[in-house]
């Protein structure tokens, strides 16, 4: 199955997607608050997510992606980044992963079909992680 070769690869190149990530965060003027952050710090946020990504798309239950970015949201607060700017640095996340699997290329109708289909599987997790984040900000119970 081309999502699950497609995951590989992201999870394989996790550490690039994370360097790739931490220039895209310092040269947006919408994550400013970040850019006081060690590359290390900002690339290890993106390792994250980006090495894990199989388990992340997998998991049928709320809980652990509600756990993991609830806490992420209280973190962020609690460091003073202001909520849009987390917000946008998740929205910067998701698109350098669509990049990157955008650049991988379809060679056919069916490969094309099956990077939609992750496509849907990343907007989804992230639709959930952007939530959870919220809530955990907000201090939401």
């Known amino acids: 199955m081309l999502v699950g070769r497609l995951v590989g690869l992201i999870e394989d190149h996790a550490d690039e997607l994370a360097d790739r990530l931490v220039r895209k965060i310092r040269e947006d003027s919408r994550t400013a608050a970040y850019h006081s952050f060690e590359d290390d710090q900002l690339a290890d946020r993106g390792r994250n997510v980006y090495a894990h990504l199989g388990r992340w798309l997998g998991e ?82």
């Open 60 to 141: 049928t239950s709320e809980t652990p992606v509600e756990e993991e970015y609830f806490r992420l949201g209280q973190t962020r607060r609690d460091e003073g980044i202001p909520m849009a700017e987390v917000v946008m640095a998740l929205l910067i996340t998701r698109r350098n992963l669509w990049q990157f699997v955008d650049s991988q290329g379809a060679d056919t109708i069916l490969e094309l079909r099956q990077q939609l289909d992750l496509e849907l599987l990343v907007v989804r997790f992230f639709d959930r992680a952007i939530y959870h984040t919220v809530r955990g900000y907000q201090g939401d119970a």
